[in-house]
């Protein structure tokens, strides 16, 4: 019970992000460039610590089974919020397309995330510029599907310097909030 409430604060926390985004004029003439700020709450969600937001064990001590778990257990939830988060500010403060490009791009980002984060090579920082460029990929690729064109990968190379930049702004804050993430609460 209590992790749902945790889950649906996060939820409201990413929505609140993506509306203060939707009133920052961050754009530079490139359709689509945002500063990704609800996908700090992604972050934040893979690089949670195990037994956080569960109940431990009855020595007060996490069993190692909540260690391996964790992965797939961040993994479902940020899959989870992030969706929702998408799906919602979608209605709420764009459009079905906006639901189209975001869904892609996040599947894209997220994928990306994992792989950087599964195979160790990659600080935090450095999972959260996979996430943002591998977003803007995803969102390019849906584009020249709809507009049926190759000619708006001409914005990628700009976008992935967005991405880089935004994503590693978010994974320093990333890196600034998980130790008080962390703290048991008293």
Do not use: C, W
Not at 1 to 21: C, D, K, P, W
């Amino acid at each position: 019970m209590r992790r749902t409430a945790e889950l649906g604060f996060l939820l409201a926390l990413a929505l609140i992000l993506s509306y203060v985004e939707s009133l920052i004029p961050f754009s530079f003439g490139i359709p689509g460039m945002k500063l990704g700020l609800p996908n700090l709450i992604v972050l934040l969600l893979l690089y949670e610590k195990p037994g956080t937001g569960k109940n431990p064990s009855k020595d007060g001590q996490n069993h190692m089974a909540a260690e391996e778990k964790i992965f797939s257990t961040g993994v479902r939830e940020a899959v989870l919020v992030n969706g929702l988060r998408i799906i919602l500010s979608g209605f709420l403060f764009s459009n079905l397309y906006a639901i189209l490009y975001a869904l892609s791009g996040a599947a894209l980002s997220l994928s990306a995330m994992l792989a950087g984060k599964k195979y160790g090579r990659f600080s935090m920082i450095g999972v959260s510029v996979l996430g943002g460029v591998f977003h803007n990929v995803g969102q390019i690729l849906v584009a020249m599907a709809v507009v049926e064109t190759f000619a708006v990968a001409y914005y990628l190379p700009f976008l992935i310097v967005a991405g880089t930049v935004t994503g590693a702004v978010l994974g320093f804050a990333g890196m600034e909030l998980v130790p008080y993430l962390r703290r048991p609460v008293s």
